[in-house]
């Protein structure tokens, strides 16, 4: 199904019982709602999953460069107002971190309790985003997304293969999508805001991410009080594809424990 937002309309697919409690999934840049495939049949048959494409992403609209975080987080914000959600726990990686802690930020009728996966409340150093604009305005998208996998995933998962479906959907990414993404993560400094959450919260990383590393994932969770910590080994920046089960169960003890299943 598709919702608008402003002049776009994002793509998201729901799952689970209408009157399950609502577990809302955002992926990383570059990827799209199919991150979960493998996670999706794992999770509790109570819950309400909502999956929502970003925008410029999947099956989204993709509308033209610059993107801004204000303007991705409300693309999810006005899913969850049409599909009447309320009290959900928002899991993001990545990209959907960010968003997934700006809509707690905002919106905490809307999110009741947050897991971040392989995120930070700041990630990166504007000339870092910058690089990777050039990069993809010079037509080395491509290239790009080859170097991203190096550090996404590490040598075992490469050896079998698991990178390649998202390695696909990186370069199959419209270029507007990844650099408007890459400008929104820019500017973007959760700190502040991040520090004065009060929600349970789970912060979840890949040992093996070079990407965000472990460290830093600690350090953002570390901001919200009371916040748990569980670090997947063999496991990069997309446990969700290399450590599925893994994943789901790190999730779903989560989900337990809170009493939102």
Known sequence: ???????????????????????????????????????????????????????????????PAPYSMGGMIRDVEQVLERLRVRDAVVVGIGLGGMIAQGLAVKRLDQVRGLVLCNTAAKMGHPPHWQAMIEDIKAGRQDDLAQRFMQIWFHRAARAEGLHHDIQKTFQSTAADALMGAFQALMGSDFYTPTSGLRLQSLGISGAEDRFVPPDLMRETIDLIPGSEFALLHKSGHLPPVDQPDAFAKTLTGFLKRIGHV
Request: glycine share 12%; charged share 15%.
């Open 1 to 63: 199904m598709t919702f608008p937002s402003g002049d776009i309309v994002l793509n998201t697919e729901v799952s689970g019982p209408k009157i399950g409690a609502p577990v809302v999934l955002l992926h990383c840049m570059g990827g799209d709602l199919r991150v979960w495939d493998k996670v999706l049949p794992l999770l509790p048959e109570t819950n309400h999953v909502i999956r929502v494409d970003l925008r410029g992403h999947g099956l989204s609209s993709c509308p």
